[in-house]
């Protein structure tokens, strides 16, 4: 895309956008993303080792030592790592090779019980049943509703019968926040969508139709003028549809935890709601 073809941008271009994803799975661009995972000074990617040993605690807390557990969305494997060393058994699937790449030399390099598996979490499946199935930190807000509905049934194909499932979710006014959000740019000498010295437009859209955002990332090269277009989505949803998603997959609720118990951290405080599930008989 150049310029020209940025400036004249319509409903049409938006649309199709609908559903698209930041693409964790390109090699270069996963690398650069596996560096905002590790980083210590924000929780942007993911979250900071403190908050994550909390998490991590309070799940070793509700299962046997020895328990197998599965990571949906695992990035660098930074839950896994810490749930294997507490004696679980753990498996991670993620998309974005560069973190896979990390996780298996960290899990290599400790001889703990982890594998790591390269893939779509949406494509995902295992012969295996779990003990615990974990989704965290909003990851499954990025897809469709029908998507969505995939993974839940997925999931509840993969874990025992009264096995945890816990589920980290956006609050409906945080995606609305986001996709009401104003337009903004910055400049960077290097950053996430580019290695090289660029522009960053951001253009955010919400949907009340279907209650979605989009988030649209227009880069542009300040060497060459010409612009690379990314989107993000993201879907909302009421407490009570989550609730009623997890019904139908049978995996009712057994309760929501508060601050104290899963720490959100404060950037995401009240913006994050974690579900706490058993698969049903």
Request: glycine fraction near 6%; include cysteine.
């Amino acid at each position: 895309m150049n310029l020209t073809e940025f400036a004249v941008c319509s409903a049409r271009d938006i649309e199709a956008a609908r559903g698209s994803k930041i693409p964790w799975n390109e090699p270069e661009f996963s690398q650069r993303m596996l560096a905002n995972h590790l980083a210590q000074e924000h929780d942007w990617a993911s979250r900071r080792n403190d908050h994550i040993s909390r998490q991590t605690a309070w799940i070793d807390r509700q299962l046997q030592r020895g328990s197998r557990i599965l990571d949906m969305g695992c990035g660098p494997g930074l839950y896994a790592q810490k749930l294997a060393a507490a004696g679980h058994h753990c498996t991670g699937v993620d998309f974005s090779p560069a973190s896979i790449e990390y996780a298996r030399k960290q899990a290599a390099d400790s001889g703990l019980a982890l594998e790591y598996v390269l893939c779509d979490i949406r494509s995902y499946a295992s012969g295996q049943k779990f003990d615990c199935i974990i989704m965290t930190f909003g990851e499954f807000n990025v897809f469709t509703r029908q998507d969505a509905g995939v993974i839940l049934h997925n999931c509840a194909d993969m874990l025992r019968e009264g096995g945890l499932f816990v589920l980290e979710g956006h609050s409906f006014e945080a995606v609305r926040t986001i996709g009401s959000a104003p337009a903004t740019w910055q400049r960077h000498a290097r950053g996430l969508f580019s290695d090289k010295p660029h522009i960053c437009l951001q253009e955010n859209k919400w949907n009340a139709a279907d209650s979605s955002a989009l988030s649209q990332y227009f880069i542009v090269d300040a060497a060459t003028a010409q612009v690379q277009q990314y989107a993000s989505f993201m879907q909302a949803y009421l407490h009570e549809e989550y609730q009623e998603m997890l019904r139908a997959a049978q995996l009712p609720v057994a309760r929501i935890l508060d601050e104290q118990e899963w720490p959100a951290g404060a950037d995401f405080l009240g913006k994050l709601q974690t579900f706490v599930c058993r698969k049903a008989s």
